[in-house]
T-cell receptor, first 114, second 113 residues
């Protein structure tokens, strides 16, 4: 049981390039989330999904897109990368969205846009 | 405005000593509060969850307290170990339909031998 896995661990992009951050969970969780963590700041929700085929915007969705074709995978797409997107990106999952359900986090992807 | 403030921002202690981390929040309504531990280069891992009716909860050497009236929580670490070096994040759940979470900036704890 690997939990939540993310690839790549590190990436450097040039301004205007695109990339996809991969996220996979093997816990059969319905809910999945993407967060970004800027230096010295709290995590911010980018997008979330309540199940395959269903996604919705979080607090900071601009510049990102997501898809959820399977229960296991929740990739995050960056189009036209900008320096403001330099951050650490965390994917998380939970069994449900009930108040007391714990979110399990992946190890993160550190992205630098130059 | 819904906010979660943590103090101190960073803390250095010697191995074997105790320490207390603080979390103040203005999030409303309130459902629960979690303390997460985030090791360098890793994702956050939940240490404990506090609900409205709970005052104290322990998880090994970690003891969390909650005062829902003053909207304050603390995380006390007893007999610190080198492995306790990490960022400790306070997360408050509003309990809305979508389980909205509010994250603090974290307290960076360093334990020296």
């Amino acid at each position: 049981n690997a939990g939540v896995t993310q690839t790549p661990k590190f990436r450097i992009l040039k301004i205007g390039q695109s990339m996809t951050l991969q996220c996979t969970q093997d816990m059969n969780h319905n809910y999945m989330y993407w967060y970004r963590q800027d230096p010295g700041m709290g995590l911010k929700l980018i997008y979330y999904s309540v199940g395959a085929g269903i996604t919705d915007k979080g607090e900071v969705p601009n510049g990102y897109n997501v898809s959820r074709s399977t229960t296991e995978d929740f990739p995050l797409r960056l189009e036209l990368a900008a320096p403001s997107q330099t951050s650490v990106y965390f994917c998380a999952s939970s069994y449900s969205d009930r108040d007391y359900n714990e979110q399990f986090f992946g190890p993160g992807t550190r992205l630098t846009v130059l | 405005k819904n906010q979660v403030e943590q103090s101190p921002q960073s803390l250095i202690i010697l191995e074997g000593k105790n320490c207390t981390l603080q979390c103040n929040y203005t999030v409303s309504p309130f459902s629960n509060l979690r303390w997460y531990k985030q090791d360098t280069g890793r994702g956050p891992v939940s240490l404990t969850i506090m609900t409205f009716s709970e005052n104290t909860k322990s998880n090994g050497r970690y003891t969390a307290t909650l005062d829902a009236d003053t909207k304050q929580s603390s995380l006390h670490i007893t007999a610190s170990q080198l492995s306790d070096s990490a960022s400790y994040i306070c997360v408050v759940n509003r309990g809305s339909t979508l389980g909205r979470l509010y994250f603090g900036r974290g307290t960076q704890l360093t334990v020296w031998p």
